[in-house]
């Protein structure tokens, strides 16, 4: 499964921004779809993901309550609706692709080449 992530952008602080993430290839079998990023200096963190059908979904703490992910079977598109913007949400955001969403969390199969998403204060 190949995966291109879109969507980043420049937003001010208590802003809000969607990334999309399309899925090509073997997309006739399910598979559960998430998102990380990696800010500037630190290493790649979870922030969330979600099961083929949507009845699993988990989120960072750091992002609970601000973030929402859906996804779009029929389109093979999974999003990631960002409210409440902080700076500290800077970083490149890479969709990934897994069988299960523990799959996506430890050890992702496919990801997405990464977008930027820059949040001023």
């Known amino acids: 499964v190949q995966l291109q992530a879109s969507g980043g952008g420049l937003v001010q602080a208590g802003g809000s921004l969607g990334l999309s993430c399309v899925a090509s290839g073997r997309t006739s079998e399910k598979y559960a779809m998430g998102w990380f990023r990696q800010a500037p200096g630190k290493e790649r963190e979870f922030v969330a993901v979600?099961?083929?059908?949507?009845?699993?979904?988990r989120y960072a703490d750091s992002v609970k309550g601000r973030f929402i992910i859906t996804r779009d079977n029929a389109k093979n598109t999974v999003y990631l609706q960002m409210n409440s913007l902080k700076p500290e949400d800077t970083a490149v955001y890479y969709c990934?692709?897994?069988?299960?969403?523990?799959?996506?969390?430890?050890?992702?199969?496919?990801w997405g080449q990464g977008t930027l998403v820059t949040v001023s204060s």
């Open positions: 979600i099961s083929w059908g949507g009845g699993t979904i």
């Open positions: 990934a692709q897994g069988s299960t969403t523990a799959d996506v969390v430890t050890t992702p199969q496919s």
